[in-house]
């Protein structure tokens, strides 16, 4: 039996979703998914920004509700501090948040250029302007992450909360061809054969069409 419940919106559209599913596999923390119906006029609202309070995923555990997604990996990390959500190393440590932290709070330009959308692959795609300093900066966080612990993932052999934050940039990055350098490229191919990434991409593409407007981030 569960002993938790994980709300989500769409498995296609939803980075969001994704972020606080992969963190809550990475913790070893079993949750039952509850997904909110596309068709209810005020999920649907939300779902495009249109409400002010946007609460998805919500994580509820043991009397607990937690809705922002760095709050969710903070509260994780304290129930589970032993199972790698974060570097044992304090500078590591420090370096995972501080990236997590950046994707959370910017790259507007690459989210609204860019949107989540794990049913198509484009072979050619004309991308923004405004976006290309946001896949400049994330190249950056990138290489440094993997020059300074060896990668394939970003902070060394096993994923953390920045992988799990990064996730669905470097599905976008796959979606839309984004040119990258090499050792980029090779960190998407890390992400995408993930078997967590595997299994939400393939529920992502059992997902019916209900909103065929979502061609936004959100």
């Not at 596999?25 to 249109?50: F, M, S, Y």
């Not at 946001?134 to 020059?147: F, G, N, P, V």
């Not at 990668?151 to 040119?179: I, N």
């Not at 998407?188 to 981030?217: F, G, H, K, Y």
Request: with cysteine.
């Amino acid at each position: 039996m569960a002993i938790a419940e994980l709300t989500l919106s769409s498995k296609n559209y939803s980075s969001w979703s994704l972020r606080g599913w992969l963190l809550c596999r990475i913790a070893g923390l079993r949750v039952e998914e509850k997904t909110i119906a596309l068709d209810d006029p005020e999920n649907r609202a939300e779902l495009l920004l249109l409400s002010p309070s946007v609460l998805v995923p919500r994580l509820t555990h043991e009397g607990a509700s937690v809705w922002d997604t760095l709050a969710i990996a903070e509260y994780l990390h304290e129930l589970y501090p032993n199972v790698g959500m974060y570097p044992v190393d304090r500078i590591a440590r420090a370096h995972c948040r501080s990236v997590s932290g950046e994707i959370h709070s910017g790259f507007a330009n690459l989210r609204s250029a860019l949107p989540m959308n794990l049913k198509v692959r484009h072979a050619r795609f004309p991308i923004f302007s405004g976006a290309k300093p946001d896949i400049d900066r994330i190249e950056t966080i990138w290489a440094e992450c993997l020059d300074s612990y060896g990668g394939p993932w970003l902070f060394g052999k096993e994923p953390t909360v920045a992988d799990a934050m990064f996730a669905p940039v470097a599905q976008r990055f796959l979606t839309y061809a984004v040119p990258l350098s090499a050792p980029s490229a090779a960190y998407c191919q890390t992400i995408n054969s993930w078997p967590l990434m595997r299994e939400w991409i393939d529920d992502a593409r059992n997902e019916p069409e209900e909103m065929v407007e979502l061609e936004i981030e959100f």
